[in-house]
């Protein structure tokens, strides 16, 4: 299977979770995490496409191409190929050489409308598909805060205990999601007083929230199921 090929059905099947305005009812799950980022770069994207369409719909009619229809998400490693299909669906004259990681487009001896035209096809056919960069860094959502401290109070802190660490007490829900992202946020790691290697061996045995994260959007992007 194809890298990122996941991606579109991940989205179908849990978009509907990151929609809401608050958290889901816990418990909350990664896979939940992983939806509201998936929401929030569609709802990116689609912005960024209808933009595209407000300023250069007058010129596309001018040129004779049709106005470009929204068609979603796919993954980085997908977007080139995407793109050139439908630069051939739409100009199948245009001289299109897929590559490694992208396409070149040859406009030897193109002048004029011409030219213009396959810059616009192109404009089009980039404008249409938005890029699933789940690890593009951002804001955490509600889902995501709301899950980060479930997770944090709930998973790792007793872990560390079972290790025979001293954990320091947590700070109300409120407090922790006030400050997630910044230089103040909590850290269950922050106090355990060992010193590198026993860090190291600690987040191992007990690994961090974001580890979850990074893990599960990996198995995305690779395909797996949910």
Known sequence: MRRGAGIPSLLLALGALAGCATAPAAPLTVD???AERLAAIEAAERERFDAF?????ARLDELGL????????????????????C???????VDVTRLEGGFSVNYFGVVGESYERIRWTIESCNAR???????????????????RYQDAT????????????TVPSPPSRVAYIEHLGTGREWSPYAMLGL???????????????????????????D???P
């Open 195 to 221: 010193d590198p290697a026993g860090l190291v061996q600690a987040a191992a045995l007990c690994p961090p929230s974001s580890t979850l994260i990074d893990e599960r959007i990996a198995r995305a992007i």
């Open 32 to 34: 939940d995490v992983v």
């Open 154 to 165: 709930q998973r790792v802190l007793p872990c560390l205990r079972s290790l025979g660490a």
């Open 87 to 93: 630069i051939e669906r739409l100009d199948p004259q």
């Open 53 to 57: 369409v407000a300023g250069s719909s």
């Open 66 to 85: 049709p106005l470009p229809e929204f068609e979603g998400l796919v993954a980085l490693d997908d977007w080139d190929s995407a793109v050139t299909g």
């Open 129 to 147: 598909y938005g890029i699933a960069d789940l690890r593009a860094q951002s804001a955490a959502g509600v889902v995501e805060a709301a899950w």
């Open 223 to 225: 395909g797996a199921a």
